[in-house]
């Protein structure tokens, strides 16, 4: 069975820092690219960074760029998300995604985790 | 970047009657490399993930009843619930892997009991 498990979520001042973890199992984890996906509290589904499948290629949203960073651990297989400098409008709920295979960074998200909150605020 | 625009935002339903959402996309999303529409679309209840309903457009994903089915082509799409569940009621987005890794979703339509 798949399995996604987010972890590292909380509350953070605005400017500080957070790095969430994802931990995922049922499947040979460096055979897929993985993303993490944000959804700001009664929002809709916003797309925040991506991983290539050894981590060689990662993509970021214009609205992160520059403050977050994701690396994998295949070893451990593990996704992660630095998130540094962090503002208000990051507050969201922070998904980890498997993508379907295909090109670099995969296709359509065939497998989600729960979610880690992450509350920027004072 | 692609937008993708559904309509309607928000849909209310019988029960065993027949549900539509649009999602359209600024531009084509036809893959020349694989002859296929780069259209996912996804359900999300309340407090869960969302779930994979259906990818090229129109194929099913493993396991999703058959009551859903996606249609379309170019810039044009449909998700189609052909009789309503009470099960269904959730928020369903679409989205473009087109522009890889540069994924978008639509804002989400919320479908409901009528």
């Known amino acids: 069975e798949v399995q996604l498990v987010e972890s590292g979520g909380g509350l953070v001042q605005p400017g500080g820092s957070l790095r969430l973890s994802c931990s995922v199992s049922?499947?040979?984890?460096?055979?897929?690219?993985m993303q993490w996906v944000r959804q700001a509290p009664g929002k809709g589904l916003e797309y925040v960074s991506a991983s290539s499948t050894y981590g060689e290629s990662t993509n970021y949203a214009d609205s992160v760029k520059g403050r977050f960073t994701i690396s994998r651990d295949n070893s451990k297989n593990t996704l992660y998300l630095q998130m540094r400098s962090l503002r208000v409008e990051d507050t969201a709920l922070y998904f980890c995604?498997?993508?379907?295979?295909?090109?670099?960074?995969?296709?359509?998200?065939?497998?989600w985790g729960q979610g880690a909150l992450v509350t920027v605020s004072s | 970047d692609i937008v993708m625009t559904q309509s309607p935002d928000s849909l209310a339903v019988s029960l065993g009657a027949r549900a539509t959402i649009n999602c359209k996309s600024s531009r084509s999303v036809l893959s020349r490399s694989y002859n296929k529409n780069s259209v996912a679309w996804y359900q999300q209840k309340p407090g869960q993930p969302p779930k994979l309903l259906i990818y090229?457009?129109?194929t099913r994903e493993s396991g999703v009843p058959d009551r859903f089915s996606g249609s379309g082509s170019g810039t044009d799409f449909t998700l189609t619930i052909s009789s309503l569940q009470a099960d269904d009621v959730a928020v369903y987005y679409c989205q473009q892997y087109y522009s890889t890794p540069l994924y978008t979703f639509g804002q989400g339509t919320k479908l409901e009991i009528k």
């Open positions: 995604v498997r993508a379907a295979r295909g090109y670099s960074y995969g296709f359509y998200f065939d497998y």
């Open positions: 049922g499947f040979i984890f460096n055979d897929f690219a």
């Open positions: 090229w457009a129109s």
